[in-house]
């Protein structure tokens, strides 16, 4: 896992370990202001929230924005957060980003993941070629999830590692996808962007709209 600063999105030192850390993880294509509210939310049950872009992901390949736009969106976003820090991690899973954050943080600290319902269900039923991997995952690390699209229906299965996360607001209309369909469309986006971001994610995105409609 790699630290990333602000002004090159090149590796850096942690900060010294905090003893409970939220982690974000996704693809941020773009960070929108459900992720912050999330990270927020969450500053009430951790120390730190770090947000997490994988090198690659398990499910889906890189498109749109590069892993360098995502980043600087990501640091725009957060930079008046003094809490919150941006990494990069090799794997793309939870248990094996958990396990690189374990080797920064170490044993002690308590690792917790930042998700909506939605992420929360396919994290929880993904077939790992385990039927009690999920079971095993919530030994190393815990699950605060924030409704969306309705509650989680698998906390009582899951009840020892999973916590619900309440957000001031309603957040189930946002998503990277609206954000980026609403630029396309030439609709209003702005108020699904983090403020400080929203002019790096219309450059990044107006201008990749423009190239795939020849106008560049």
């Known amino acids: 896992m790699e630290f990333l600063r602000p002004s090159d999105a090149g590796p850096g030192p942690a900060p010294p370990p905090p003893r409970r850390v939220g982690i974000l993880a996704g693809a941020f294509n773009p960070v929108t202001v459900a ?23 398990p499910h889906k390949p890189y498109h749109g924005a590069s892993f360098a736009q995502r980043v600087q969106m990501l640091h725009a976003a957060i930079a008046e957060e003094p809490a919150f820090s941006v990494a990069a991690a090799d794997g793309g899973l939870f248990i094996e980003i958990a396990a690189e954050c374990r080797e920064v943080y170490g044993g002690d600290a308590q690792l917790t993941f930042l998700c909506g319902r939605d992420a929360a269900e396919r994290i929880l039923n993904w077939d790992y070629g385990d039927p009690d991997a999920a079971t095993k ?6 699950l605060l999830v924030a409704a969306r699209g309705g509650e989680l229906d698998e906390t009582s299965k899951f009840r020892h590692g999973v916590g ?42 107006g201008l990749r709209q423009l190239r795939e409609d020849g106008l560049e």
Do not use: K
Not at 137 to 142: A, P, S, T, Y
Not at 165 to 193: C, K
């Open 35 to 57: 992720h912050v509210a999330l990270a927020r939310a969450a500053l009430s049950h951790v120390d730190q929230v770090l947000f997490v872009l994988p090198q690659a992901f």
């Open 137 to 142: 995952m919530l030994r190393e690390f815990n």
């Open 164 to 205: 619900i996360l309440a957000l001031n607001g309603q957040f189930d209309h946002v998503s990277s996808t609206e954000v980026r369909e609403r630029i396309a469309q030439g609709l209003p986006w702005e108020h699904l962007a983090p403020e400080g971001a929203r002019e790096l994610i219309r450059r990044v995105y």
